[in-house]
C-alpha cells in the first residue's frame, strides 16, 4: 500500500518521466501509463478516456478487454465517465453500479469489477478526458491513491495535449459570431455602463509539470508567496474609499489567504510529489474548484473564490508570466470580464476608466460585490460562459436594473442605450431636486420614506436622497463578511457611526437574521441542523433564541451604542407571540445588567416585530398591544404564502404582489394595525417599485423603506397621487375580485398622470 500522497505520487512520477521521454507513438506512452499506474496502486483496471470529437472515447486500458479501445465511446454526461468530464469532479465508489449515473458497456467485460475511482485529466478549466481504475473487490480507494491518480492526471494532461490526442479549444481564439448578443444574469450591483470588454486574466500556461529539482521549485514558491503578501499588503492598506467599513473586514479576510499555512501546506506537498511549483499551485487549484461545486453554502464558495483568486495571483508570480488587465492598464473605457474576481484584484483597476464588472460567477454575498458597491461600480454575475461569447474590445452596453447585456450592439442600439442612458441622469437630477421636498400625498397625507441598509456607508444615501431615516438596518452583513464572530466593541462601533450619521432621524435596527441559507463558517452545526429548505428553517429569531450569547452580545452593543439616543429594534420572522416576548425580555435584562453597572443607557426603547411568517397574522391582536411599530418583509413573506421559492426561475414569476391574494392579506394586516394603533410599514422589494407602492398606499401603508435608488421615483409617485381617492379605487378591486388589479392600477395612474418606473 501507499504510504503518502506525495510519495505515492512521485514514485509513478519518476516511472512516467521515463515514458514520457521514449522515443515511441503517444498511443504507445498511454499504453504503457495504465500499466504503471495500475501497478503502483495494485488495481486490476486502469483506464484513460479521452474526448475526441465531442465524446469520451476508450484511448488505452489495462484490465478492461482490448478490442474496446478506439471501440467504446460515450456521450458527455454518460455514465460514470462522462459525469466526472462533465462536472470536472472526482468520483470514489466501492460500488460502480450502484451509482445512479452507471452505464454498464458489455464489449469491455468491466462486470467483473465492482470499485471504481476516477478523476478529470483538465487542462486550462476543461476535461481533455478521465482517467479511472477498478478493482474485482468492492472497496473505496484511499486518499493516498486519489492525491496520486490526481498528481499524474495533471502530467498526463501536458502528454495529451502536445500529442493533440484529445479535443483542446483554444480558450483565447476569438469569438467567431459578430452580431449582436443579449445576455442576462444575477442583479449584483445595480447602475448603466457603457465600455469595450477587457479580460481580467490573461492565460497562464503551465509549460511543465513534472520538476527536477524539488527544492528549487520550494524555494520558488517561497519567494511568489512573500512578493504576493507584500501586494496584498500595499492594496488593503491604501483602498480608495478609507480603511473602514466593511468592505475593510473583506479585505482583512482575504488577507488571511496569503498567510494561510494549510494552504502552503498543500502547495509543498504538491512539490514533494514530483510537480513544478506552477503545477503545484494549479494542482491545489483544481482540487478546490472542484470543492466549489461540493458546496452548498453560498458564504462558503465565497471564501472558496477568495482563495482562488490568491492562487491565481501566485500562479502569475511564480511564472513571471503577465499579470491581470488592471497592470497593463485600461486605455480606454472599460467593463471588466472575470470568471470570478477577489476584492483586493478589483481595487488595482483605475476608477476612472473602470465602467462595470461581468461575472461568469459571483452572488450577493460575495466579497468582491461588497467591495464593487462601496466604489460604485455595477456588476452583473453569473452570466453563463461570459468568456467565450465575447471577444476582447467589443463595446458592450450594461444595464444591471434590466439585466441585460448587449454585446457587440448595433449603431441604433448604442444610440438608444445613450439617450436612456442621458434620462436616467436627467431624472436622477429631477429625483435630486425632490430631496428636500416632503414626502406628501396631494390631498396632505404624510409617507414616510426610509431606506434599507446594511453597510456602515449606506447611512450616507440618507443625506443624499433626503430619506426619512433607515427602516431596516440589516445586521446580518457584518456576520457575513467576518472570518470570526464579530467582538460586541466592533458590533458598537458599527451601530454608533450609523446612528450618528443619521442624526435626528429614526434607525431600525434588525437582529441578526443567520442561519438557513446565511450560515456562518465559524458556527457549527449539527448533522440534525441540516436542512433541506433553509428559508424555512432554522434562521433568524429561532436560531437567536436557541444560541442566546450571540443575541446577549449583540443587545449589549446595540444599548451602549444608542446611548443618549432612541434606540430602535426589531426581531425577524416572528411566528407566534411568545416569541417576540422571550426576545425582548432577553433585550430587556441587558439593559438592567447595564444599568446596574452605571452604563449610558438610550433614552427609549421602540419594539417591533416583522410580519414574515403568515401565522403571525392570526395573532396580531394578541402581539399588537405589545408592539411600538410593525413592519412587512414582503420578499419571505409573498414566497411562503405562495409556497413559491422566488430565487427558483421556474417560480419567480409565477406569483405577482399586485394579486389579489397578497393584497387582501396585506390589507387585513394594515387594518387590524390601524384597529391597536401602531405604525405599520413595508420593507421589502415591493415597497420600492413605484406601482406595488402606489398599492400599498391604497391598503392605508404609511411607512415604507426601500432601496436609496427608489426614494426618488416613489417620492415624485407619491407626490402626484390623492391617497383618499386611491384607497376608495383600491378597496373597490378587492370587494368585487377582479382578475388583473396590476392593469387596472396601471390605467388609474395613466389617467392621472401620474408617472410609473
Not at 128 to 148: D, K
Not at 504 to 530: H, S
Not at 721 to 745: C, H, N, P, W, Y
Amino acid at each position: 500500500m501507499l504510504s503518502t500522497p506525495a510519495a505515492a505520487a512521485r514514485q509513478i512520477l519518476i516511472r512516467l518521466q521515463e515514458v514520457m521521454a521514449a522515443r515511441t507513438s503517444a498511443q504507445a506512452k498511454l499504453n504503457k501509463v495504465v500499466e504503471i499506474i495500475g501497478e503502483s496502486l495494485s488495481s486490476e483496471v486502469c483506464s484513460i478516456y479521452l474526448v475526441r470529437e465531442g465524446v469520451l472515447e476508450l484511448f488505452a486500458t489495462r484490465g478492461l478487454k482490448q478490442e474496446a479501445v478506439h471501440v467504446t465511446r460515450m456521450a458527455m454526461g454518460e455514465g460514470l465517465v462522462g459525469l466526472i468530464a462533465t462536472n470536472v469532479e472526482t468520483l470514489n465508489l466501492d460500488e460502480a453500479a450502484s451509482h445512479p449515473d452507471f452505464s454498464y458497456r458489455p464489449e469491455t467485460g468491466e462486470e467483473l469489477f465492482h470499485s471504481f475511482a476516477g478523476v478529470p485529466i483538465v487542462r486550462r478549466e476543461r476535461a481533455l478526458g478521465v482517467l479511472c481504475v477498478q478493482h474485482v473487490e468492492p472497496r473505496r480507494y484511499e486518499e493516498v491513491e486519489i492525491e496520486a491518480l490526481q498528481t499524474v492526471a495533471m502530467v498526463l494532461s501536458e502528454l495529451i495535449a502536445n500529442a493533440e490526442l484529445a479535443d483542446d479549444g483554444p480558450m483565447d481564439s476569438r469569438v467567431q459570431d459578430t452580431g449582436t448578443s443579449v445576455l442576462h444574469g444575477l442583479q449584483l450591483v445595480m447602475g448603466m455602463a457603457r465600455g469595450h470588454a477587457v479580460f481580467h486574466q490573461p492565460r497562464v500556461h503551465i509549460e511543465h509539470t513534472v520538476a527536477e529539482d524539488t527544492e528549487a521549485e520550494r524555494q520558488r514558491v517561497i519567494s511568489a508567496f512573500a512578493k504576493m503578501r507584500e501586494q496584498i499588503d500595499r492594496m488593503t492598506g491604501t483602498a480608495e474609499f478609507g480603511t473602514e467599513g466593511e468592505h475593510q473586514e473583506v479585505l482583512e479576510t482575504y488577507k488571511m489567504f496569503a498567510y494561510d499555512e494549510g494552504w502552503i501546506r498543500r502547495i509543498n506537498e504538491a512539490i514533494d510529489s514530483g510537480l513544478t511549483a506552477e503545477a503545484a499551485i494549479e494542482r491545489v487549484q483544481q482540487r478546490t474548484r472542484m470543492r466549489m461545486r461540493q458546496i452548498d453554502d453560498p458564504l462558503l464558495q465565497d471564501r472558496m473564490h477568495d482563495l482562488e483568486d490568491m492562487a491565481n495571483r501566485l500562479l502569475r508570480i511564480v511564472s513571471g508570466q503577465l499579470g491581470t488587465a488592471a497592470q497593463l492598464g485600461l486605455r480606454q473605457d472599460a467593463i471588466l470580464i472575470a470568471r470570478n474576481l477577489g476584492p483586493a484584484e478589483l481595487l488595482e483597476y483605475d476608477r476612472r476608466r473602470l465602467k462595470g464588472v461581468i461575472l461568469e460567477e459571483g452572488s450577493l454575498t460575495a466579497h468582491v460585490t461588497i467591495v464593487a458597491r462601496a466604489m460604485g461600480v455595477p456588476v452583473l454575475g453569473r452570466v453563463r460562459d461570459i468568456r467565450h461569447q465575447v471577444n476582447e474590445g467589443d463595446l458592450i452596453l450594461m444595464d444591471v436594473a434590466a439585466n441585460a447585456l448587449l454585446v457587440r450592439p448595433t449603431p441604433d442600439m448604442d444610440e438608444a442605450f445613450e439617450n436612456k442612458l442621458h434620462i436616467t441622469q436627467r431624472r436622477r437630477a429631477e429625483f435630486a431636486a425632490l430631496r428636500d421636498l416632503p414626502s406628501v400625498t396631494l390631498d396632505g397625507q404624510r409617507i414616510e420614506l426610509m431606506v434599507n441598509a446594511g453597510l456602515r456607508e449606506d447611512a450616507q444615501a440618507l443625506d443624499l436622497v433626503g430619506a426619512d431615516g433607515i427602516g431596516l438596518f440589516r445586521t446580518e452583513f457584518q456576520f457575513l463578511v467576518s472570518a470570526t464572530l464579530p467582538q460586541r466593541e466592533k458590533q458598537q462601533r458599527l451601530y454608533k457611526d450609523v446612528l450618528d450619521a443619521a442624526g435626528d432621524r429614526p434607525v431600525i435596527f434588525r437582529t441578526v437574521d443567520i442561519g438557513g441559507d446565511k450560515a456562518l463558517p465559524y458556527m457549527q452545526r449539527d448533522e440534525e441542523e441540516l436542512e433541506d429548505n433553509p428559508a424555512m428553517g432554522w434562521r433568524a429569531l429561532r436560531l437567536a433564541l436557541d444560541r442566546d450569547g450571540l443575541m446577549k452580545a449583540q443587545a449589549r452593543a446595540l444599548l451602549e451604542a444608542a446611548s443618549g439616543k432612541v434606540l430602535h429594534i426589531m426581531f425577524p420572522m416572528v411566528s407566534e407571540p411568545w416569541e417576540y416576548d422571550q426576545a425582548k425580555a432577553l433585550v430587556e435584562h441587558q439593559r438592567q445588567w447595564l444599568q446596574s453597572q452605571r452604563k449610558k443607557l438610550p433614552v427609549a426603547i421602540r419594539y417591533g416585530a416583522m410580519l414574515e411568517v403568515p401565522a403571525l397574522a392570526e395573532v396580531l391582536d394578541i402581539l399588537l398591544p405589545r408592539l411600538d411599530f410593525l413592519s412587512i418583509g414582503t420578499n419571505d413573506l409573498t414566497q411562503f404564502l405562495f409556497a413559491a421559492d422566488r430565487a427558483h426561475p421556474r417560480l419567480a414569476e409565477r406569483y405577482d404582489w399586485l394579486s389579489i391574494a397578497i393584497l387582501r392579506f396585506l390589507a387585513r394586516v394594515v387594518s387590524t394595525c390601524h384597529t391597536h394603533e401602531v405604525p405599520v410599514g413595508v420593507c421589502g422589494e415591493m415597497g420600492g417599485r413605484t406601482l406595488e407602492a402606489m398599492a400599498l398606499i391604497g391598503l392605508g401603508v404609511r411607512r415604507l423603506s426601500i432601496t436609496p435608488a427608489s426614494v426618488g421615483p416613489v417620492k415624485a409617485m407619491i407626490r402626484a397621487v390623492e391617497a383618499t381617492e386611491l384607497e376608495r379605487f383600491l378597496k373597490g378591486l378587492l370587494e368585487t375580485g377582479v382578475s388583473d388589479i396590476r392593469s387596472q392600477l396601471t390605467a388609474w395612474a395613466e389617467d392621472r398622470d401620474i408617472e410609473l418606473n
